[in-house]
């Protein structure tokens, strides 16, 4: 079975601070690994997505996330945060072979940045 | 724009109603859509796998009569909670992949209230 935790499950930070969020997965073959952002009032929405090739991977925004295979990881990183980036994000997996989409999701990491 | 449409957006229904949701592939043909549940502060979590034109698949501990799925169409699957109490009430969300290792789509979602 494959499963997802994010270490961090509220984060405060100061506009154009840096952030990292952590996303660990557990699975014992190959992924796909995904972040999504939930912004206040709206819907789920893919930020980057990582399927093979340059484990570092820029999606949109500004967002960027690292694959470390040998920890497990796809931590998503900005450099500098803005107030607008508050919202909360999800780190999720599904499992190469398995229906896509089918995916399992870490417990989420609330952003506030405060302006 | 949504490639996925959900509806309705929020139902409130007294105990003992019945309510249908839809999910809708707007641009592309889903053979496999997936249901959601989140609960307030929590994470997403998969309840059933909705496959065109045979039965839908369920996660462990969710009740297959208690949220019965139809996919008559490559672009409609339905969630129909029967006669839904109060502890039903949470955030269901649908969503749609095209073929392949590709990322969802999600609905809006529907926010479900049982008075």
């Known amino acids: 079975a494959q499963s997802v935790s994010q270490h961090n499950h509220h984060v405060i930070l100061s506009e154009a601070a840096s952030l990292e969020l952590g996303c660990n997965y557990s699975?014992?073959?190959?992924?796909?690994l995904f972040w999504y952002v939930q912004y206040p009032g709206q819907h789920l929405q893919l930020l980057l997505k990582y399927f093979s090739g340059d484990p570092l991977v820029k999606g949109i925004k500004g967002f960027e996330a690292e694959f470390i295979k040998s920890k497990f990881s796809f931590n998503l990183r900005k450099p500098s945060v803005q107030w607008s980036d508050t919202a909360e994000y999800f780190c999720a997996v599904n499992g190469y072979n398995t229906n896509a989409g089918k995916s399992t999701f870490g417990d989420g990491t609330t952003l506030t940045v405060k302006p | 724009g949504a490639v996925v449409s959900q509806h309705p957006s929020r139902v409130i229904c007294k105990s003992g109603t019945s309510v249908k949701i839809e999910c809708r592939s707007l641009d592309f043909q889903a053979t496999t859509m997936f249901w959601y549940r989140q609960f307030p502060k929590q994470s997403l979590m998969l309840m059933a796998t909705?496959?065109?034109?045979?039965?839908?698949?369920?996660e462990q501990g969710v009740e297959k009569d208690k949220f019965l799925i139809n996919h008559a169409s490559l672009t409609l699957s339905t969630l129909t909670v029967t006669s839904a109490h109060p502890e039903d009430s949470s955030f269901y969300i649908c969503?749609?992949?095209?073929?392949?290792?590709?990322?969802?789509?999600f609905g809006d979602g529907t926010r479900l209230s049982i008075l």
């Open positions: 909705s496959n065109e034109g045979s039965k839908a698949t369920y």
């Open positions: 969503s749609a992949g095209r073929v392949g290792n590709q990322p969802q789509h």
């Open positions: 699975y014992g073959g190959t992924v796909n």
